[in-house]
């Protein structure tokens, strides 16, 4: 079958597992070209492995750290013909690539958010690795059911309090576009921290503690957003903004379940990148196609793949802020990077937005996610779907 891209809106429905498998080995090679990481983890559990940051968290793990690596995913494999998504190949080769290393790679495709995959992960680090020193919680996701009530919650990329309204860009016909978004029930905002906020990543330590797992010195992160002026209604301010909150009190509280064993709990304030869960939130791409034209110009540009050797090369210790968040937005948060996209914000149009903006490479970086355009890559090969 030859596979091509199908875009719909911010999602592409197929994957091609070549630009999959080549992805990975760029972000290998990355990895090995920046060396070793020293006095790092090396039993390392990612839930949330498949793509973005979660993804370049395991591959740093694995290639960087020489860590032992489980990686919890929710992907839909090969079926009926059909290509699998971008994740379920992604996982497959990095396993592949880790195992030719003889690094311990070990995947499960399933709700890391039910008690059965946390059992299930549970089984694995006690038959294969006995112990675990890093847990890393990457997960992005519409929904959750809840494994005590049964009762499942949908996230909302809503305001809080104000009506939103903004520009950002249909990705689809390249053109700038008014938004305008009603504020978010009392009842969307809990379900945004249901689905986004910190309990799950609780339960998941107080399970991995019950069960004897984590080994002393145990440390675990979670990942944030904080971002600029721009996008704060819609993020910071916003139900997603809260659910980030929520995953903050949770470090907080794993810190304090964590303190028998000498441990950890962080939360990393990363960089806007293109991922499928950014690409979904409005603003995001319009600001990130400005930023990255600035960031480019002046040769700070970072992906997830940087900002996660960064991450772990620094050992979970980079521009820790007064409430202990470690910061890796500081070039994307520089004054004259910021200053340069509030200049360029209120110009942008759909006629000036290939000048003013890099909408080229954020749409680039956005088919890359999917297997696409990935120099070296045959894309009138046959591939066999089983
Ligand atoms: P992503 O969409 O690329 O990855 C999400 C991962 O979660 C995938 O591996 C997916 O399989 C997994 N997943 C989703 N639902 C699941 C479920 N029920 N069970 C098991 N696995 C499931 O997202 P991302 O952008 O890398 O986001 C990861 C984290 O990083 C999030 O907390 C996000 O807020 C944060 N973050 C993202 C950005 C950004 O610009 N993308 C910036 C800062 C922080």
Redesign the pocket.
């Known amino acids: 079958m030859i596979i091509r891209p199908k875009v719909r809106g911010f999602i592409c429905i197929t994957a091609h597992p070549d630009g999959c498998k080549k992805n990975i080995l760029e972000q290998i090679s990355y990895v090995k070209t920046q060396g070793e990481i020293i006095n790092s983890p090396k039993k390392v559990l990612i839930?949330?492995?498949?793509?973005?940051?979660?993804?370049a968290s395991r591959v740093v793990a694995s290639f960087g750290c020489k860590a032992d690596t489980i990686g919890?995913?929710?992907?839909r494999p090969e079926v009926d013909n059909k290509p699998g998504s971008a994740?379920f190949y992604n996982a497959q080769a990095l396993d592949e690539f880790s195992r030719e290393e003889g690094r311990l790679s070990e995947s499960i495709n399933?709700?890391?958010?039910s008690d059965e995959?946390k059992g299930e992960a549970i089984r694995y680090i006690r038959e294969k690795l006995g112990q675990i020193d890093c847990i890393i919680y990457?997960?992005?996701?519409p929904r959750?059911t809840d494994p005590i009530s049964g009762k499942t919650y949908k996230s909302v990329l809503k305001p809080i309090g104000v009506s939103f309204s903004g520009k950002t860009v249909n990705t689809d016909t390249e053109q700038i576009v008014e938004i305008f978004i009603d504020p978010a029930t009392e009842e969307e905002i809990e379900a945004t921290c249901k689905v986004?906020g910190g309990e799950d990543w609780e339960r998941w330590i107080d399970q991995l503690l019950g069960a004897n797992v984590l080994a002393e010195g145990v440390q675990t992160c979670?990942?944030?957003?904080i971002g600029p002026e721009v996008t704060w209604p819609i993020y910071a301010h916003g139900t997603?903004g809260k659910a980030?909150d929520h995953l903050e009190q949770s470090a907080k509280n794993i810190q304090n379940k964590l303190k028998k064993l000498q441990g950890k709990a962080m939360i990393s304030?990363?960089?806007?990148?293109?991922?499928?869960?950014?690409s979904a939130i409005p603003v995001?791409p319009l600001y990130n196609s400005i930023l990255f034209k600035i960031m480019k110009q002046k040769k700070i540009h970072e992906g997830?793949i940087e900002q996660m050797y960064r991450l772990f090369s620094s050992h979970f210790d980079a521009n820790c802020d007064e409430q202990g968040r470690i910061h890796l937005d500081n070039l994307e948060m520089r004054d004259d990077v910021q200053q340069e996209v509030k200049a360029i914000w209120p110009k942008i149009s759909t006629e000036n937005l290939h000048e003013l903006s890099d909408f080229q490479g954020y749409y680039q970086d956005f088919l890359r996610l999917f297997g696409f355009g990935v120099a070296g890559v045959n894309y009138e090969k046959d591939i066999k779907i089983s």
Request: glycine share 12%; aromatic share 14%.
């Open positions: 839930i949330g492995s498949s793509t973005g940051y979660g993804l919890i995913y929710f992907e994740g399933g709700d890391a958010f995959i990457s997960l992005a996701s959750r986004m979670a990942y944030s957003y997603i980030k304030v990363n960089k806007a990148v293109v991922t499928q869960a950014s995001v997830c």
